[in-house]
Each structure stands twice: as C-alpha cells, then as structure tokens.
C-alpha cells in the first residue's frame, strides 16, 4: 500500500500567518498519525513579489511550530521544464485550449449572463469560465497565439473527464464550529478557525 502524501505549499510573497499556521499544523499531524510523508513546496513562480527574505521566514517559523518535512524542499521556480513537458502531453491529449479573455473581461461576461439567470460557480464560489474558446477554430487559435495576444491554458473538462471516468473523493477531518456558528462548506474552506479537511480523489 502506498503511504499517504501531505504537503503545505506557502508562496513567498508574504510572511506566514494564523491559517497558514493551521493548515501546515493540520497536515503535518495527518501525516503523522497515517503514517504518511509530509512535504514542503515553495510556490515561488511569481518573480515579481517572491521575495528570499519571505522564504527564509516560511522555514523559521515553520522550525518554531516543530514542524519538520522531507528534504530537499521542492521550489516550483526550478521546475518549469517539467510543466512545459506535462503541458505538451497535455497538449497533444487534446486536454488543453488557450483562452484569451482577461479576468476584467471573464468577469464581464459571468455578470451579463447573470443578468438572465444564476451563473455556475465550483466549490469555492469562483465562476466557472463563461468564454468561448473552446469554440475556436484551430487557426484561429494559431492567428492569435502568434500575434502575441496573451492567453491562458484551460483543461478541457469534458474530455478529460471522458479519458479518466467518472472522479470520485472522500473527506476525512471534522468540522468545528467557528464564531459558535457550526462550520459550513464554505466557512470550513475560508476561515482559519474551522479544521481543514483532506481529500482524496480518485478515478
């Protein structure tokens, strides 16, 4: 049987605070108590607000919090070969389009189709994409790739759900109650008072 995997994976564009605390805690307690691994990954991919200062200070106070992880940490920076190799199997999967849609404009679009009738949203409240470049013609997306226009690279739900079958999970964890008011879904996932729940996904 494979031993369970637990990660925390803090971005250094900032100091560490009470929820990252209570996430970190969380995992490295669940890994412990399954017997499993816990990992530590640097999500410093956004050159612009990473700082070395704020990935020092991750390790400090995670040290001060006991908490110890397998060596060497993964930093996401130094690993950018291996997300283009996956985005290109991906890619030639037929898994992936580019959508060119700005946030502002995403939004834009999400707010008149709500003026008719309540817009899809996931589990944590985002929109779902409202755009329509899954449509493009192929050449089309070439034109415009190739003009500079910038883009963003979606997962083509669908098919990848149509390669995998259908995707089950399971939870484990409590809930507790937060400000005396019993935890919702959406409450356990945005306040760091309430218990972070792990999920397990399977196909």
């Known amino acids: 049987m494979t031993s369970p995997v637990f990660r925390f994976a803090p971005s250094p564009n900032g100091y560490l605070h009470l929820g990252h605390a209570l996430s970190a805690l969380s995992n490295f307690d669940l890994a412990r108590a399954a017997g499993g691994r816990f990992l530590l990954r640097i999500e410093d991919i956004d050159a612009a607000r990473c700082r070395p200062d704020y990935e020092q200070a991750i390790y400090d106070d995670l040290a001060w919090l006991d908490i110890t992880w397998e060596e060497p940490v993964r930093r996401q920076s130094a690993h950018f070969d291996d ?12 898994l992936i389009y580019p959508s060119f849609e700005s946030r502002g404009e995403i939004a834009r679009l999400v707010a008149e189709r709500e003026t008719h009738a309540s817009w899809p949203r996931d589990p944590d409240g985002a929109p779902l994409y409202p755009g329509d470049a899954l449509s493009l013609a192929s050449a089309e ?31 484990t964890g409590a809930d507790r109650t937060c400000s005396g008011q019993p935890a919702c879904s959406a409450c356990s996932r945005r306040c760091s008072a309430c218990r972070h729940r792990t999920t397990t996904i399977t196909a």
Do not use: K, Q
């Open 83 to 94: 997300y283009r190799a996956a985005l290109a199997r991906l890619d030639a999967l037929g």
């Open 141 to 171: 997306r070439r034109r415009r790739m190739e003009t500079g226009a910038p883009y963003a690279l979606r997962l083509d739900m669908v098919a990848a759900i149509a390669r995998t079958g259908a995707l089950t999970w399971s939870e």
